[in-house]
C-alpha cells in the first residue's frame, strides 16, 4: 500500500476540475438569467465602477459617495 490516498486526491481532483466547466448559464449568480439581461447586470456594474474610478482620479467624491469611510451606501444614478 504504497500510493495511500492517491484515488481521494484524484477524486478531489477531477472534482474540482468539473465545477471550472460549467458554462456561464450553469453557475449561481447567472441561474435564471438570460444571456441579455446578464450583459445589461454586468454593463450596469461596470458603469459604476468606471464612475467610482473617475471620482477617484478627479480627487475625491465631494462628500457623496459610496465608500465605506464616508458611512454612505449607494450613490444616487
Do not use: F
Request: positive net charge; proline residues 0%; aromatic residues 0%.
Amino acid at each position: 500500500m504504497t500510493r495511500g490516498n492517491q484515488r481521494d486526491i484524484a477524486r478531489e481532483k477531477n472534482s474540482k476540475n468539473q465545477k471550472k466547466g460549467l458554462s456561464s448559464s450553469e453557475m449561481d449568480g447567472n441561474k435564471g438569467l438570460s444571456l441579455q439581461e446578464r450583459q445589461i447586470r454586468d454593463a450596469a456594474k461596470m458603469r459604476e465602477k468606471q464612475q467610482l474610478a473617475q471620482q477617484k482620479k478627479e480627487g475625491g467624491n465631494s462628500g457623496a459617495g459610496n465608500n465605506k469611510a464616508s458611512g454612505g451606501g449607494a450613490g444616487a444614478a
